[in-house]
C-alpha cells in the first residue's frame, strides 16, 4: 500500500479510498496496486541501507539510460525486456519512450542546473520499466530503478506522461544518495516534499516557465480525461480535489496547526509534505523569477545537508542557514514563509 519504504506517486490515502469504490471494477484495481506495492517493500528496504551498492554506474560516467518492458507482470518480473538503450532512436511505444526522455529531462535538469551528474552524483545509470501489472495505477521508484503502470483509463492515464511524475521519483533517489532521509514521520514528508519540489521544478525548467506561469501541481497529466479530479497534489492553499465520487477530499494541509497525526501513511509522509510545500511555494513565488533559481538554489542545498532523521524545524533551521548565504532578502523571505504556514 506504498508504507515504508517503497516510494510511490500515489499516495496510499488514495489507493484506501480507490479501495473502498462501490464501483467494483475501481476497487478491485486500487487491491491489485496495493498487492503489487507489498512485493517491492523488502527490495526497497534493503537497498536503503546501501545506497552506494545499488547504483548502477554508467560505461562512461555520464548520462546513461536504460528502458525495459515489464509486459504487464509483476515486479518479480523486473526489469523485463530491454527495449531502449542511450543513442537507440524511440520505440514507438508511447510510454517506452516518454520514460527515456523523462529520466533524459530530470538528468539535465540536475545537470546544468546543479551540476549534478546523475541521482548518485557519479553518473548512476537510470533505469526504467514500463507496462509494469495490468492498468495498475502507480510509478515506482525501488531503489534502483523506476516502474510505471499504464493506469486504469478512468481516473489514471499512463504514469509516464507526466513528467513531474517522473522528476518526482527519480528525486527519490537523489534524497537517498544526498540526506537518506528516514521514510517515516517528519523525515518522511521532507522526503516526499523534496521528491515534489523537484519534480515540480524539473517540469517548469523543462518548459522555461516563471513561477508565476506555473501550475503548481504534481500529477496533472495523469487524470483521465472526465475523471473530474484536477490532480494529485497541489502546492498553492487550493485543495487537489475536493469531495470527488472516487477519491473523497485532498487531506494535505498547508498549515502545522492542520498536521495529521495519525499512524496512516507512515504517520503522515504523503499528508504532512503539504505544509512545507506550501511553504515552499510562497517562497518562489515572493522571489519571482525561476523557481529553480534562488529558491531551488536553497532547497537543494538544504537537502543535501539535513541529517537523515530531521523533523519540521531542523528544516526550517537549515533553509534560513542556507538562505542566509543567498542574501538579507533571501533569508527574510524564507523565513516569512516558513511562519506562515505556522513555525
Same mark, same amino acid.
Given at each position: 500500500?506504498?508504507? #515504508? ?85 524511440? +520505440? ?41 501489472? +495490468? #492498468? ?92 473530474g479530479a484536477r490532480c494529485l497534489r497541489i502546492f498553492t492553499a487550493e485543495k487537489a480535489y475536493e469531495n470527488h465520487p472516487k477519491l473523497g477530499t485532498d487531506p494535505q494541509p498547508k498549515h502545522l496547526s492542520d498536521k495529521f497525526t495519525g499512524i496512516e501513511d507512515n504517520r503522515g509522509v504523503h499528508i504532512n509534505s503539504g505544509i512545507p510545500n506550501h511553504a515552499f511555494y510562497l517562497v518562489a513565488m515572493r522571489l519571482g523569477g525561476n523557481g529553480w533559481g534562488t529558491a531551488g538554489q536553497i532547497w537543494y542545498e538544504t537537502m543535501r545537508s539535513l541529517p537523515k532523521t530531521s523533523d ?11 538562505? #542566509? ?19
Amino acid at each position: 500500500m506504498c508504507r #515504508n519504504p517503497l516510494h510511490c506517486i500515489v499516495p496510499p490515502y488514495i489507493l484506501d479510498q480507490l479501495a473502498k469504490s462501490d464501483d467494483p471494477e475501481v476497487r478491485n484495481l486500487a487491491v491489485d496496486t496495493i498487492a503489487k506495492s507489498a512485493a517491492a517493500r523488502a527490495t526497497r528496504r534493503a537497498l536503503a541501507t546501501m545506497p552506494a551498492m545499488a547504483a548502477i554506474p554508467s560505461p562512461a560516467g555520464n548520462k546513461d539510460r536504460l528502458v525495459y518492458d515489464a509486459e504487464h507482470r509483476g515486479f518479480g518480473s523486473l526489469p523485463g525486456k530491454l527495449v531502449r538503450r542511450e543513442n537507440d532512436g524511440p +520505440t514507438g511505444d508511447a510510454a517506452a519512450d516518454e520514460a527515456f526522455d523523462g529520466a533524459g529531462i530530470t538528468y539535465d535538469f540536475y545537470k546544468k542546473v546543479f551540476n549534478r551528474n546523475s541521482l548518485d552524483d557519479r553518473g548512476m545509470t537510470l533505469i526504467s520499466s514500463v507496462h509494469l501489472g +495490468t #492498468n495498475l495505477n502507480n510509478a515506482f521508484w525501488t531503489g534502483e530503478q523506476m516502474a510505471y503502470g499504464d493506469g486504469d483509463g478512468q481516473l489514471f492515464v499512463r504514469f509516464t506522461r507526466s513528467l513531474d511524475v517522473v522528476g518526482h521519483e527519480l528525486t527519490h533517489g537523489v534524497v537517498t544518495h544526498t540526506s537518506n532521509l528516514e521514510y517515516q514521520d517528519e523525515s518522511g514528508a521532507l522526503n516526499e516534499h523534496f521528491a515534489d519540489v523537484f519534480g515540480a521544478l524539473v517540469k517548469q525548467w523543462h518548459l522555461g516557465q516563471a513561477v508565476d506561469q506555473a501550475d503548481w501541481t504534481i500529477g496533472a497529466d495523469l487524470m483521465a480525461p472526465g475523471s473530474g479530479a484536477r490532480c494529485l497534489r497541489i502546492f498553492t492553499a487550493e485543495k487537489a480535489y475536493e469531495n470527488h465520487p472516487k477519491l473523497g477530499t485532498d487531506p494535505q494541509p498547508k498549515h502545522l496547526s492542520d498536521k495529521f497525526t495519525g499512524i496512516e501513511d507512515n504517520r503522515g509522509v504523503h499528508i504532512n509534505s503539504g505544509i512545507p510545500n506550501h511553504a515552499f511555494y510562497l517562497v518562489a513565488m515572493r522571489l519571482g523569477g525561476n523557481g529553480w533559481g534562488t529558491a531551488g538554489q536553497i532547497w537543494y542545498e538544504t537537502m543535501r545537508s539535513l541529517p537523515k532523521t530531521s523533523d519540521f524545524n531542523k528544516m526550517v533551521q537549515k533553509s534560513v542557514e542556507v538562505a #542566509n548565504s543567498a542574501g538579507t532578502r533571501a533569508r527574510k523571505v524564507v523565513a516569512q514563509a516558513w511562519k506562515d504556514v505556522g513555525f
